[in-house]
């Protein structure tokens, strides 16, 4: 597609459940990134891969926090025991080339809501 | 956790106006870019001002870089009620690393 796709757009959980959430990044691009946004806040990094493999995870804030992308394209964020406090809106961009160093191009995010 | 602050948090101006607001950050950096986003949109990035760039232009945006104080302002001249939206700073430490991003500024740009 021309743009980064995020499903779902909006996810309503209950606390405990597993939940996933998936980037579709723009074709060709190497480097995908996942952020976390509060209400209100900037956004905040979670992991970053270089192809397949991460390349930089220390913003996962836990254990039940895991992302994999096995083929270099789309991306899978998975939350375990979802807890209220990660309601937010998670957020995907893409970028051309490893090292490329300019802007990150960004989905629309997926709103995750935890009752 | 944020790299850095942003300033004001919050700006109401009328169009026509001038937009300015400010972003500090805590490390040394390979560049630093302004991003946008529109109320439950994604962030679309505005403008890239590297390290060894001290101004920077782009249509009604004026980007400065400092970075011996660590800070940056972003500058919107003639403002329009389209540009009501939140601003994001976000620090670059080399080209590989990952973004880290500010706390943003509100702007309500009032017809």
């Known amino acids: 597609g021309a743009g980064v796709s995020q499903t779902p757009s909006n996810k309503v959980t209950e606390k405990g459940k597993y939940v996933e959430l998936r980037c579709d990044p723009i074709?060709?691009?190497?480097?995908l990134y996942w952020y976390r946004q509060s209400l209100g806040q900037g956004p905040e990094f979670l992991i970053y891969?270089?192809?397949?493999?991460?390349?930089?995870d220390s913003g996962l804030p836990n254990d039940r926090f895991f992302a994999v992308r096995p083929e270099g394209s789309v991306s899978t964020l998975k939350i375990q025991r979802t807890e209220r406090g990660d309601s937010a809106v998670y957020l995907c961009?893409?970028?051309?080339?490893?090292?490329?160093?300019?802007?990150?191009?960004f989905g629309e995010g997926s709103r995750l809501t935890v009752l | 956790s944020q790299q850095g602050e942003e300033d004001p948090q919050a700006l109401s101006i009328q169009e026509g106006e001038n937009a300015t607001m400010n972003c500090s950050y805590k490390?040394?950096?390979?560049?630093l870019q302004w991003y946008r986003q529109n109320s439950g949109r994604g962030l679309v990035h505005l403008i890239l001002?590297?390290?060894?760039?001290r101004e920077k232009h782009s249509g009604r945006l004026r980007v400065t870089l400092d970075t011996s104080k660590k800070s940056s302002s972003l500058l919107i001249t003639a403002s329009r009620a389209a540009d009501t939206a939140s601003y994001f700073c976000?620090?670059?430490?080399?080209?590989?690393?990952?973004?880290?991003f500010g706390a943003g500024t509100q702007v309500v740009v009032t017809p």
């Open positions: 961009a893409s970028s051309p080339l490893a090292g490329w160093g300019g802007e990150l191009f």
């Open positions: 074709s060709g691009h190497t480097a």
């Open positions: 891969f270089q192809g397949t493999g991460a390349a930089d």
């Open positions: 490390t040394s950096i390979n560049n």
């Open positions: 001002i590297r390290s060894n760039e």
């Open positions: 976000a620090s670059r430490p080399d080209s590989w690393g990952k973004l880290q």
